[in-house]
């Protein structure tokens, strides 16, 4: 939860309480940059209100400038949670991280997001504070109108592809957008310099690191992964800055955090095997009672 997001948003005049209930919640969900991916349906369900009246509020709201919306593709159902970029007075402007822009989907298709209970990333910097089970993005791009029509058999033309926002000239390592490691360089170094506020060092085996990660999970996921690293909070990553060989080393267990938007490290572990533990003694209890209480009963048969 952006706490300051919340305070704008309470704010914020929209011209309908349930439009203004449905900005609080995605506020709700938003991390500090203003960035959040809660499905249609899980909105609907926590406001309660129809999931078609949550998708003509979050069109509205996108209409006023208060909301950006980018429709992702690529979830278990051939489609994923929209992200949302909350943009109160100017909240969401300063995203630290970069993205594939593409076309614009066909005109009249519907959002991706619409059946999808994902709320945080197909990509997750990523934390949206929502705990329905989500596809997460950092940098997830817009769905490609060759997408849209691949059905019809439809060949659009490639075009080139913008980032999502300017990289700073003394960024190290790639410029070249079509360099392999260029995206998931750039999100890493990008995610790196807003935490640390420094660059990363980028090196010969900074690059060939970059290029492990994006063999092990792809190159449409890899970006993804690489700023959502930066946004875990574990004290032995927060110790090496976060650096390379620490994402290489769990990359596809960051990759299941990123896909389902909960984080992991040593507290939450050791909290969720003493929960285990001590459903397993209850277990032991409760049998331990049934077979006493069933002694019992057939001692005075």
């Not at 490290?265 to 049998?287: G, H, K, L």
């Amino acid at each position: 939860m952006s706490m300051e997001l919340m305070v704008k948003a309470m704010k914020t005049k929209v011209g309908n309480p349930l439009r203004k209930l449905v900005l609080i919640k995605l506020a709700d969900n938003a991390n500090d940059m203003g960035e959040c991916w809660p499905s249609y349906q899980h909105v609907a369900d926590q406001c309660e209100i129809s999931k078609r009246s949550v998708m003509n509020h979050i069109n509205t709201l996108c209409g006023a400038g208060l909301l950006r919306k980018e429709i992702r593709k690529g979830g278990p159902k051939g489609n994923s949670s929209n992200v949302y970029y909350l943009t109160l007075s100017g909240a969401g402007d300063s995203l630290g991280v970069v993205q594939e822009i593409h076309q614009g989907s066909a005109a009249g298709s519907p959002p991706s997001a619409a059946d999808s209970l994902a709320g945080s990333a197909g990509a997750a910097p990523r934390t949206s504070h929502s705990f329905e089970s989500v596809k997460e993005p950092v940098t997830e791009p817009v769905a490609t109108q060759a997408e849209a029509v691949v059905a019809e058999g439809i060949v659009v033309p490639f075009t080139a592809q913008q980032p999502r926002c300017e990289i700073p000239a003394d960024m190290p390592g790639p410029k070249d957008q079509s360099c392999k490691t260029f995206k998931a360089w750039a999100n890493y170094a990008m995610a790196y310099r807003k935490r640390y506020h420094a660059w990363p060092v980028w090196n010969a085996k900074a690059g060939g690191q970059v290029g492990q990660l994006i063999s092990r999970l792809g190159i449409d996921v890899a970006h993804h992964v690489a700023a959502y690293f930066l946004t875990i909070n574990d004290a032995r990553l927060i110790n090496g800055c976060h650096n390379l060989g620490d994402l290489l080393a769990k990359a596809e267990a960051y990759h299941t955090q990123w896909v389902t938007n909960r984080q992991m490290n040593a507290t939450t572990a050791r909290q969720q095997e003493q929960t285990q533990a001590n459903m397993n003694a209850a277990q032991e209890a409760a049998e331990a009672i049934r077979n006493g209480q069933g002694g019992k009963r057939n001692a005075f048969l």
